[in-house]
Structures are given as structure tokens and as C-alpha cells.
């Protein structure tokens, strides 16, 4: 499955965006589609992810700001992102997890300003 990752930008600090995810293919059957975001000099880490099942897990410095949902009808993943901080500034990565496959998109910038 092919992944275009967007909704990227420039934004102030306190602001939101909304990062959309598209599949090529439907996403019903993938178990976990997730987000993943790489800092410059930091290692890439799991923001969010959503489960074929509807559980969802956010990395602790997201919670209560970024939201992440499924739309299986238009194989698309979003992540909502509320209260927008500089240390969010990073490059955002999509992610599908289907069995041992395991796909990538290519990322979409975030930069934060203060």
C-alpha cells in the first residue's frame, strides 16, 4: 500500500493543523495505522496509532491535544493537532502495519514557531 502524507505547515505556537493520510488502497483489513514524527537529531517516535479494532494510544506529550482518526470509506488517517508547541516541530511520518508488512509515507513538515 502507498501512503501521501499531508496538511503540513507553519504554524504559531497554540495553533492547530490536521495531517491527512491517504492510502492507495482501502485500509479496513490494516491493523494499525499510525503516525510517527522525527525531530532534526532525534529518533523517530510513535505519536499515535489506531487499531483495525478502534483502540487508540497517543505518546504521553500528546495527550489531550492530538486526536488521531480512522476513515476506512475514504482510506484516509487524520491527526488533529491542538495546542501546538515548538518541541512539535518535526518531520510527520504515516505509518501501516499489516501482519510482518510494514509501510511508510513520505513525511510532511511541522514547524512551530514561538
Known amino acids: 500500500v502507498q501512503l501521501q502524507a499531508s496538511g503540513g505547515g507553519l504554524v504559531q505556537a497554540g495553533g492547530s493543523l490536521r495531517l491527512s493520510c491517504a492510502a492507495s488502497r482501502s485500509i479496513a483489513s490494516i491493523n494499525i495505522m499510525g503516525w510517527y514524527r522525527q525531530a532534526p537529531g532525534k529518533q523517530r517516535e510513535l505519536v499515535a496509532f489506531?487499531?483495525?479494532?478502534?483502540?487508540?494510544n497517543y505518546e504521553n506529550s500528546v495527550k489531550g491535544r492530538f486526536s488521531i482518526s480512522r476513515d476506512n470509506a475514504a482510506n484516509t488517517v487524520y491527526l488533529q493537532m491542538n495546542s501546538l508547541k515548538p518541541e512539535d516541530t518535526a518531520v510527520y511520518y504515516c505509518?501501516?502495519?499489516?501482519?510482518?508488512?510494514?509501510?511508510w509515507g513520505q513525511g510532511t513538515q511541522v514547524t512551530v514557531s514561538s
Open positions: 505509518n501501516a502495519l499489516q501482519g510482518f508488512r510494514n509501510y
Open positions: 489506531t487499531t483495525d479494532g478502534g483502540t487508540t
